[in-house]
Structure formats: structure tokens, C-alpha cells
């Protein structure tokens, strides 16, 4: 399965229903990051929104979970330093 580009090969399309639907601006590039050595992810972050913010992690590994990704995400989202076993 491919990725869900919108279009113009927009990759943050797949979270678009969320940004409209919490009045997001413009997304900003946080870079990459690594929860493992092997794997890089690219974040997109929409901060600005009227309520709550998005936040998009864009791997190549095609579709899974990655080890550590459910762990790196409660951790943000309970306001925590991301740990991983």
C-alpha cells in the first residue's frame, strides 16, 4: 500500500480531516528523529490550532509499528521524557 499523498504529493494529507477539524494553521518540520538506530522518522507539528495540535511522524518503513513508537507517543502525550525499554 502506498503512502496517502494529497495533492501535489502533499505528505501531511493524511492528517488533514484532523487539522481542519482543530483549526490548524501552517504545519512547522521538527526534523528528524530516532526512536531506534535503524529507523529515522520525520515530524510535522501543528501547534497553532484552535484546540489541541496534530503531530505526524512519516517513517519509510512502509506500514507498521515501529519498537518504541506506542511508548515515544503515551510518554509526549502524559507529558513525560519519551523512554523506551
Keep these: ?3 496517502p499523498m494529497g495533492p501535489g504529493g502533499d505528505t501531511t494529507h493524511p492528517v488533514a480531516l484532523w487539522r481542519d477539524r482543530l483549526g490548524c494553521d ?3 518540520d521538527q526534523g528528524d528523529w530516532q526512536a531506534v538506530s535503524w529507523l ?3 515530524r510535522t507539528r501543528w501547534d497553532d490550532c484552535v484546540t489541541g495540535r496534530v503531530v505526524l511522524d512519516i517513517h519509510p518503513g512502509g506500514h507498521f509499528i ?3 513508537w506506542i511508548g515515544w507517543q503515551l510518554d509526549q502525550l502524559m507529558g513525560r521524557v519519551p523512554v523506551y525499554p
Design 26 to 28: 501552517a504545519g512547522q
Design 66 to 68: 515501529p519498537h518504541g
Design 1 to 3: 500500500m502506498n503512502f
Design 40 to 42: 529515522t522518522f520525520t
